[in-house]
């Protein structure tokens, strides 16, 4: 993978949802390899960013705008399914509820939602996805239907879902939320493992404390705007992140990891 090259261009997007305008004319560029956290507070514009990137959102034509993925402006959806794993809460509302575990992590090789009769599953596939099943401790949710896992038991096989193809880049929309600890924590050694392993990882998220130690770079996102965009360390602290989510913060910082309190 050559880091220099960036993986996502987003150049002059103007983006509506319905009749409201989200962004204007946006700009941003992430290269292959440079882990990177987006915060900002609810509305921001995180979860639109990220449908721009899956291409479930569209930026209004104009002239000298354009969205460069993977170094195409014009990306074949299964060639982005194939090449970005992807968990968020959008996806996990609009799951199939009838979809057993292993369905759902094989959904992943085919780059659907969910299995259709017409998809040929061959030994490998089922093979291959008990063994991220086993790998991240959810074996007997194998024929567990969507519909009758907790929260985070279906947040964990949609997380199998985005891994079991090994793609290059990973798009995670707070991907803690509705974890407890234990899920939580190994949720992180997994993804941690994977950005070691040369992976990319584009997070969005109001939540301080699902940002791996390998983030390096944060951008912070408000009101549609990119108000911020440094090294961690000159971003995760009390002032500004008291200034992006108007509200007194303090941060603390441990092994890597940090967490937010009331100031
Ligand atoms: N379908 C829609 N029609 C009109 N406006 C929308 C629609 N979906 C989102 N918006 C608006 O777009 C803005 C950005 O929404 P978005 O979901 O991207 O925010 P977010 O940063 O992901 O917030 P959160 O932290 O709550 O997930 C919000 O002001 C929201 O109200
Ligand atoms: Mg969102």
Not at 212 to 219: A, N, T
Request: glycine share 6%; proline share 4%; charged share 20%.
């Amino acid at each position: 993978m050559n880091n220099n090259l960036p993986w996502l261009h987003i150049k002059n997007a103007t983006v509506y949802r319905a009749d409201y305008k989200v962004f204007d004319r946006l700009n941003l560029s992430v290269k292959n390899g440079q882990h990177t956290a987006i915060l900002g507070p609810n509305g921001a514009g995180k979860s639109t960013l990220l449908k721009l990137i899956t291409r479930e959102l569209y930026p209004r034509v104009e002239e000298d705008s354009m969205i460069s993925i993977m170094g195409s402006t014009r990306p074949l959806l299964s060639d982005i399914r194939t090449h970005i794993g992807m968990v968020s809460q959008d996806l996990q509302n609009n799951y199939l509820h009838h979809v057993t575990g292993l369905d759902i992590v094989i959904s992943g090789l085919h780059g659907s939602i969910g299995l259709w009769k017409h998809q040929t599953i061959t030994a490998e596939q089922s093979a291959k996805a008990t063994t991220v099943l086993d790998q991240l401790g959810i074996l007997h949710l194998a024929d567990r239907r969507f519909i009758e896992m907790s929260t985070g038991q279906q947040r964990f096989c949609l997380l199998g879902r985005a891994i079991v193809h090994e793609p290059d880049h990973y798009i995670l929309d707070e991907p803690t939320s509705g974890l407890d600890l234990r899920a939580t924590f190994e949720y992180l050694d997994r993804i941690r493992e994977l950005a070691q392993r040369g992976k990319t990882l584009l997070l969005v998220t109001h939540h301080i404390h699902e940002i791996p130690p390998e983030v390096e770079r944060v951008v912070f996102l408000k009101e549609g705007q990119l108000i911020k965009d440094d090294a961690k360390d000159a971003l995760l602290n009390n002032n500004e992140l008291s200034q992006l989510f108007d509200t007194p913060i303090e941060i603390e910082q441990r092994n890597g990891f940090y967490q937010a309190f009331p100031s």
